[in-house]
């Protein structure tokens, strides 16, 4: 809406606009679509979640995020796009008990204004005999209607950024891009134990982790039993706060802060003062550019934590 009328320089931005500046905020790069797609499989109570990239040369081309969680209507397989759609919660009042990963309802429509989506979904132990399916591009949808599928959803997000031509020069090579995915991976699987979770690359494994009751077990398949044997393991339980994890002793150390790994309810928090906290906690047993290993889950009541904050 270019036109203006009188002497209104301001005008209201179209919907489609309006989507895809939103989409802009959430979904930076592919890892982001990564992210909330397992996010939202990790509130459906998933306990298998697979993640399956294809790429070309230049670029990842195809997203697939299948989980065996409590699926979608087929109302709801439609309604999960809308913006501001969610399950999650139903008024501010409610954030202060939040317990999923997610709540603003932005992630599936942001991800399908800048895609082509298919979502294939079941709902789970409804007895319900097909599934639905739904096609969107550029956030239209653009076919609906029943499927054979099994129970859970499966979602393909293909041509990521094709109609912003400018995030998609944005993006970095390959390896780059893989290696945000597999932090993502990485941080979600070490967070949720209970949860077997693969990455695939072409076909080929990346990660895996196996459905385990034990934090270590997770440690051990993502970054080698040799680390996680090095491992002591943290358990505090305060009033306001209770920590569990593993730390590494001071002869094991990394040469940056890569491996230093806090949640905080599940959602992993990337916060400079926690890392040099826990640094100096060390004291002189770390000399100077060494780093520990550091695995710990806090777990705070939720109306003691912001989650307004984005990312
Ligand atoms: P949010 O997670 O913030 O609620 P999303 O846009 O990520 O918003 O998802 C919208 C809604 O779609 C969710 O609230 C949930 O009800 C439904 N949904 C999304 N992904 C799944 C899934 N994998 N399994 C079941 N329901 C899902
Ligand atoms: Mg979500």
Redesign the pocket.
């Known amino acids: 809406m270019k036109a203006e009328t009188g002497d209104r320089t301001i005008h209201i931005l179209d919907p489609a606009t309006v989507n895809k500046i939103a989409a802009g905020e959430v979904i930076e790069r592919p890892a982001s679509v990564v992210k ?2 397992v ?3 990790i ?2 109570g ?1 306990r298998t979640i697979r993640i399956d990239l294809s790429s070309s040369k230049e670029a990842i081309t195809a997203i697939r ?1 299948t ?1 065996n ?4 209507s087929p109302d ?1 397989a439609v ?3 809308t913006p501001h ?5 139903t008024g501010i009042e409610d954030l202060d008990a939040i317990r ?12 399908a204004a800048v895609s082509r989506v298919t979502l294939l ?1 079941k709902p789970h132990g409804t007895g319900a005999v097909s599934g639905t399916r739904v096609v969107l591009e550029a956030g239209e949808v653009k076919e609906q209607g029943e499927t054979g599928t099994p129970e ?2 499966n ?1 393909l997000v293909q041509d990521l950024f094709f109609n912003t031509p400018a995030r998609k020069k944005f993006q970095k090579t390959i390896g780059t891009e893989l290696a945000h995915i597999t932090n993502t991976i990485e941080g979600l699987a070490l967070a949720h134990p209970e949860i077997s979770v693969s990455l695939n690359h072409n076909g080929r494994a990346v990660i895996t982790t196996e459905q385990s009751s034990r934090l270590l077990d997770t440690i051990a398949r993502l970054f080698g039993s040799t680390i996680a044997r090095d491992l002591v393991p943290v358990e505090f339980s305060g009033p306001l706060v209770s920590v569990t994890g593993y730390i590494s002793r001071p002869a094991v150390f990394r040469k940056n802060q890569s491996r230093i790994l806090i949640s905080i309810n599940g959602r992993y928090v990337a916060s400079p003062p926690v890392n040099n906290a826990i640094i100096e906690g060390y004291g002189t047993l770390l000399s100077k550019e060494r780093f520990p290993v550091v695995f710990l889950f806090l777990t705070i009541d939720p109306a003691l934590v912001d989650i307004h904050v984005h990312k």
């Not at 969680?69 to 979608?72: A, D, H, N, R, T």
């Not at 759609?85 to 919660?89: C, D, L, Y």
């Not at 999923?100 to 991800?111: C, K, P, V």
Request: glycine share 12%.
């Open positions: 909330e797609l996010e939202n499989a509130d459906a998933a995020v989980d969680g409590k699926g979608m709801d309604l999960a796009f759609a969610t399950s999650k919660i999923t990963l997610g709540f603003r309802g932005e992630a599936l429509a942001s991800i979904t859970g959803t979602i």
